[in-house]
């Protein structure tokens, strides 16, 4: 090892040094004041008359194994603590037809959406045997995947009967900004639709552009099983007596902000 060779490692190793050694310093501080618990292993929980409730998770990631998998995976794990099934369903590559405002599907007796080529028919079947919703989304200039944006749109207005009252959550993978945005994009939709949005500890966000760089996250992770922790705690909740939604008022006819 000449020299500057002997120099830059050097210089490498100290940097290193530098930067653990207060993380480490925080870690040590944040367990001693008993910030850093670990979760106790929850008891499995069965409900509906016995039966397991189960959550509808879609990745709307093109990458079926990416960072936007990772968190859903995390929450499938958490969820099956709590004896919660599960379904992650990929959107991939497949293309996904935005919704053309034809009508369709309101003659056709909640058949949903009349275009059945696609994954919306997929997750409109799907939606008939779940109790919640989970969707994931990469961040692309700020907003959700075009594919999920069109996917859910069509859903909801198609079939909005099968999401009503199904407790709902969205969370949003980026490399750097633009999630919050993205999260409130996903938001609107399950706030007109009568879902109770089920959060966390923060907002539903984690960080990572390469593959599996998310898992580094820790907080972003935890995150996600508190999420998941959350969800299954609702589900329970709600369907504990069997009464699933509350007496609403009957809905006026749509007005506009002219009149």
Same mark, same amino acid.
């Given at each position: 090892?000449?020299?500057?060779?002997?120099?830059?490692?050097?210089?490498?190793?100290?940097?290193?040094?530098?930067?653990?050694?207060?993380?480490?310093?925080?870690?040590?501080?944040?367990? *001693?004041?008993?910030?850093?618990?670990?979760?106790?292993?929850?008891?499995?929980?069965?409900?509906?008359?016995?039966?397991?409730?189960?959550? !509808?998770?879609?990745?709307?990631?093109?990458?079926?194994?990416?960072?936007?998998?990772?968190? $859903?995976?995390?929450?499938?794990?958490?969820?099956?603590?709590?004896?919660?099934?599960?379904?992650?369903?990929?959107?991939?590559?497949?293309?996904?037809?935005?919704?053309?405002?034809?009508?369709?599907?309101?003659?056709?007796?909640?058949?949903?959406?009349?275009?059945?080529?696609?994954?919306?028919?997929?997750?409109?079947?799907?939606?008939?045997?779940? *109790?919640?919703?989970?969707?994931?989304?990469?961040?692309?200039?700020?907003?959700?995947?075009?594919?999920?944006?069109? !996917?859910?749109?069509?859903?909801?207005?198609?079939?909005?009967?099968?999401?009503?009252?199904?407790?709902?959550?969205?969370?949003?993978?980026?490399?750097?900004?633009?999630?919050?945005?993205? $999260?409130?994009?996903?938001?609107?939709?399950?706030?007109?639709?009568?879902?109770?949005?089920?959060?966390?500890?923060?907002?539903?966000?984690?960080?990572?552009?390469?593959?599996?760089?998310?898992? !580094?996250?820790?907080?972003?992770?935890?995150?996600?099983?508190?999420?998941?922790? *959350?969800?299954?705690?609702?589900?329970?909740?709600?369907?504990?007596?069997?009464?699933?939604?509350?007496?609403?008022?009957?809905?006026?006819?749509?007005?506009?902000?002219?009149?």
């Amino acid at each position: 090892m000449d020299r500057r060779d002997f120099i830059k490692k050097s210089a490498l190793a100290t940097a290193g040094a530098t930067i653990t050694a207060p993380v480490s310093a925080m870690l040590t501080k944040a367990e *001693n004041a008993g910030l850093m618990m670990s979760e106790a292993e929850p008891a499995n929980n069965t409900s509906l008359s016995g039966k397991a409730p189960k959550v !509808l998770l879609v990745n709307g990631s093109p990458r079926a194994d990416g960072n936007t998998f990772c968190c $859903l995976k995390e929450i499938e794990t958490q969820l099956q603590k709590y004896g919660v099934e599960s379904e992650i369903v990929q959107i991939g590559r497949q293309s996904v037809r935005m919704c053309i405002n034809c009508g369709g599907c309101r003659r056709n007796n909640g058949a949903g959406c009349v275009f059945d080529d696609d994954l919306c028919a997929i997750i409109t079947e799907k939606m008939k045997g779940v *109790n919640a919703l989970i969707v994931g989304t990469p961040v692309y200039y700020g907003q959700p995947n075009g594919g999920i944006l069109s !996917l859910m749109q069509r859903l909801f207005y198609s079939s909005g009967h099968l999401v009503q009252n199904k407790p709902a959550a969205a969370l949003a993978v980026c490399r750097r900004g633009g999630a919050t945005a993205t $999260l409130q994009t996903m938001n609107m939709m399950f706030e007109m639709m009568n879902m109770p949005v089920v959060t966390s500890q923060y907002w539903n966000i984690a960080y990572g552009a390469g593959k599996g760089e998310v898992k !580094l996250d820790t907080e972003g992770m935890q995150t996600m099983r508190t999420l998941a922790t *959350n969800m299954a705690f609702l589900l329970q909740k709600i369907y504990a007596d069997g009464n699933y939604a509350p007496q609403r008022e009957e809905r006026p006819t749509f007005m506009n902000f002219i009149r």
